[in-house]
Each structure stands twice: as structure tokens, then as C-alpha cells.
């Protein structure tokens, strides 16, 4: 099994927003900087930083996993059902 790093995570959520860098970072309240470093897995958020960023996926129909790759929630919901 592949395991999926937070930093991998962290991008496939940004494509999935389909959001440059700069605009995913203002949503969280980070420099742009700063989500970089998250993306390469240099840095990982703070807490409240990942909660703001579980908060946007929600808000946008993406399931915020915690191990994984994220996935738009309807996928997740048919998964589900399926299984």
C-alpha cells in the first residue's frame, strides 16, 4: 500500500479548490511561503491552521481525510454505499 504524505494531500486539495497557492494561503491565513513549505513537506500547519483548511474542504465538498488521499465527499458517499 502507498502511503499518501500530508504534504501530497495538501496539494491534491489545492487542485481539487482549483486555487493558486496565493489564493488557498489567504483563505487559510498563511503566507504563500508558508503553504509552499507544506507542500514539499518541509513545514506541516499548526493545528488551527489545519482545522481552517479541514473547514475550507468542507465548506467545498471535499472530505478531509487523515490518512489518504482526499476526494470530493460525493465519491466518498458512493464509496460508502458501495462497500
Same mark, same amino acid.
Do not use: Y
Given at each position: !500500500? *502507498? $502511503?499518501?504524505?500530508? +504534504?501530497?494531500?495538501?496539494?491534491?486539495?489545492?487542485? @481539487? @479548490?482549483? @486555487?493558486?497557492?496565493? $489564493?488557498?494561503?489567504?483563505?487559510?491565513?498563511?503566507?504563500p511561503?508558508? %503553504?509552499?513549505?507544506? $507542500?514539499?513537506?518541509?513545514?506541516? &500547519?499548526?493545528?488551527?491552521?489545519r482545522?481552517?483548511? +479541514? +473547514?475550507?474542504?468542507? $465548506?467545498?465538498?471535499? +472530505?478531509? %481525510? *487523515?490518512?489518504?488521499? &482526499?476526494? &470530493?465527499?460525493?465519491?466518498? !458517499?458512493m464509496?460508502?454505499?458501495?462497500?
Amino acid at each position: !500500500m *502507498v $502511503e499518501i504524505t500530508e +504534504a501530497t494531500r495538501i496539494r491534491v486539495i489545492r487542485a @481539487l @479548490l482549483g @486555487l493558486s497557492s496565493r $489564493e488557498l494561503a489567504a483563505r487559510i491565513g498563511i503566507t504563500p511561503n508558508s %503553504l509552499t513549505s507544506w $507542500e514539499h513537506g518541509k513545514s506541516t &500547519p499548526q493545528r488551527e491552521k489545519r482545522k481552517a483548511l +479541514a +473547514a475550507i474542504c468542507q $465548506e467545498n465538498g471535499i +472530505a478531509f %481525510l *487523515v490518512s489518504g488521499c &482526499p476526494v &470530493p465527499m460525493g465519491d466518498v !458517499m458512493m464509496t460508502r454505499e458501495n462497500s
